[in-house]
């Protein structure tokens, strides 16, 4: 197991920013925190008389191979795009001095239509190394052009991921097709003026990762809602945020959104119809907004300005690129995971891996392994890349990387609740459009809890068959 060391050279704050940018491919709202770096000069310097420890070679391997890579990792201070990744290279080359890796920097906007354009274009030269999400490399794992991880998948590495559900994002069927670096979960918040000001703080769990249940959930609703403070909303005009809403019904009664093999979905289940009449009983009680016709941005920007005391869309990133407004608008953000019967959620995230394309020259994908490994594993750089991602450790044998920061410390305590990857089953994007009309005509009562459910999942379940393409 590797020895992991500690990185501090980059503030919390900084990352964070960057990794909002880079993942969603918008401008933050609000002024930019700066990336702090600790100058070279300024760093604990080495003793004249100790000299600097040449790397092992680990493998005279003779390849050349290719990266390919979204903005995912934070750069240095006025440094360009790549650079990091050039150092990373160059890391590598001290271990691996003969495989050459040459790197290719993406956009999101035109990214993955360049990767799949290739995959449609027959003798189309795939990269080797792709840094991406789950959602994307299961789509490529269907195509057929995907390696087979899973002698990466040692005992010891299953055994030291944080859940379950991260292995589960990592596979395609039963063959692991990504490995991961990093990761983060959705919540939500609440505004600390509000809860402290209801007295309704003494119902929130504030120890380790927060745990807290729906009945104690619904005493703060009250609470907040008698003491003349407006609720959140359950926003559903659009797909936008629509993970947060599905995690937030799912997790109140310990229901899901699909069966455990994914192969149906389950919306129309006992505990997820008891979850959306309680949504619509707190809706009459004033305790919820009816947001059918709000979005989740709409949502964010209402709590934000301090208009409402809760929201149900948050995320780390998400609060770094709002802490302009939230501090000028005096808004303390009280971070929990969503509420659940028993006490147990099941989170949705962020994911960050790679994938390796099959090759038919065996050196190529045995020299992809290596690098793969040690940008994940490699005890000089894995912890600095998992912190430049702007995420949190997805083994547990990184222990605390984020040591003093506790906004910081509550998300990795939450990562063992990582909850089971949806999104990368068939037809999931058409899935989300049934879902905010159901959310719509439950919270409109246009037709009863259980018709929108098993509306819902008739027409949901029609999207997990997969379509032939039309031949013309």
Same mark, same amino acid.
Request: aromatic fraction near 10%.
């Given at each position: ?17 960057? $990794? ?23 760093? /604990? ?18 390849? +050349? ?40 920097? !993406?956009? =999101?906007? /035109? ?6 354009? !290739? ?47 991260? !292995?589960? @994002? ?27 000001? $209801?007295? @309704? ?39 936008? &945020?629509?993970?947060? *809403? ?18 149906? =979905? ?7 119809? +008891? ?17 059918? &016709?709000?979005? &989740?941005?709409?949502?964010? *920007? ?7 005391? #809760?929201?149900?869309?948050? $995320? ?34 962020? !994911? ?29 750089? @894995? ?5 430049? $991602? ?11 990387? #984020?040591?003093?920061? /506790? ?26 459009? #049934? ?23 008739? #027409? ?13």
């Amino acid at each position: 197991m590797a020895v992991w060391k500690k990185m501090t050279a980059l503030t919390l704050s900084g990352l964070l920013i960057f $990794s909002m940018c880079a993942c969603k491919g918008k401008e933050s709202e609000g002024e930019d925190i700066d990336i702090q770096v600790v100058p070279e000069e300024e760093q /604990e310097s080495v003793p004249e008389e100790v000299e600097e420890e040449v790397p092992a070679v680990l493998s005279d391997l003779d390849a +050349t191979i290719s990266w390919w890579t979204y903005p995912v990792f934070v750069q240095d201070e006025e440094q360009e795009d790549g650079v990091y990744e050039q150092h990373l290279i160059e890391e590598f080359n001290k271990k691996y001095p003969n495989i050459k890796v040459e790197l290719n920097l !993406l956009d =999101y906007a /035109e990214g993955p239509d360049q990767v799949q354009g !290739l995959i449609e274009a027959e003798g189309g030269e795939l990269p080797d190394v792709l840094l991406d999400g789950p959602g994307r490399i299961s789509t490529y794992a269907k195509e057929g052009v995907l390696a087979d991880l899973g002698s990466m998948f040692t005992e010891e590495v299953e055994s030291d991921m944080v859940s379950d559900g991260i !292995l589960s @994002a990592c596979r395609s069927g039963d063959t692991y097709v990504m490995y991961p670096l990093s990761a983060s979960n959705y919540v939500m918040a609440f505004n600390r003026y509000m809860v402290e000001g $209801s007295g @309704a703080m003494e119902l929130m769990n504030q120890e380790g990762a927060r745990l807290w249940t729906t009945e104690a959930f619904e005493q703060v609703l009250e609470r907040l809602n008698t003491s003349g403070f407006n609720s959140g909303s359950f926003y559903c005009s659009g797909i936008a &945020g629509d993970y947060a *809403t599905r995690s937030f019904v799912t997790n109140l009664y310990d229901g899901s959104l699909m069966n455990e093999d994914k192969s149906a =979905y389950t919306m129309d289940s006992e505990a997820n119809q +008891t979850a959306l009449t309680k949504i619509q009983e707190w809706m009459e009680n004033g305790w919820i907004q009816n947001g059918s &016709g709000s979005s &989740g941005a709409d949502a964010v *920007t209402s709590f934000v300005n301090g208009e409402s005391s #809760y929201c149900l869309l948050w $995320s780390l990133p998400q609060a770094i690129s709002n802490a302009q407004t939230l501090a000028e608008n005096g808004v303390e953000a009280v971070v929990m995971p969503y509420p659940s019967a028993d006490g147990t959620p099941s989170l949705e995230y962020i !994911l960050n891996g790679f994938c390796i394309f099959h090759q038919e020259d065996e050196k190529r994908e045995e020299a992809s392994r290596y690098f793969v490994d040690f940008l994940c594993n490699d005890e000089t750089v @894995a912890v600095e890349n998992v912190i430049r $991602s702007g995420a949190f450790p997805v083994r547990t044998s990184m222990g605390d990387i #984020y040591e003093g920061n /506790e906004q910081a410390q509550l998300y990795e305590a939450l990562l063992p609740y990582s909850g089971t990857y949806y999104n990368k089953v068939e037809g999931f994007e058409e899935m989300r459009v #049934y879902w905010y009309q159901m959310a719509a005509e439950i919270l409109n009562k246009e037709y009863s809890v259980e018709e929108s459910t098993k509306s819902f999942v008739e #027409y949901a379940n029609k999207t997990l068959i997969k379509k032939e393409p039309t031949i013309e």
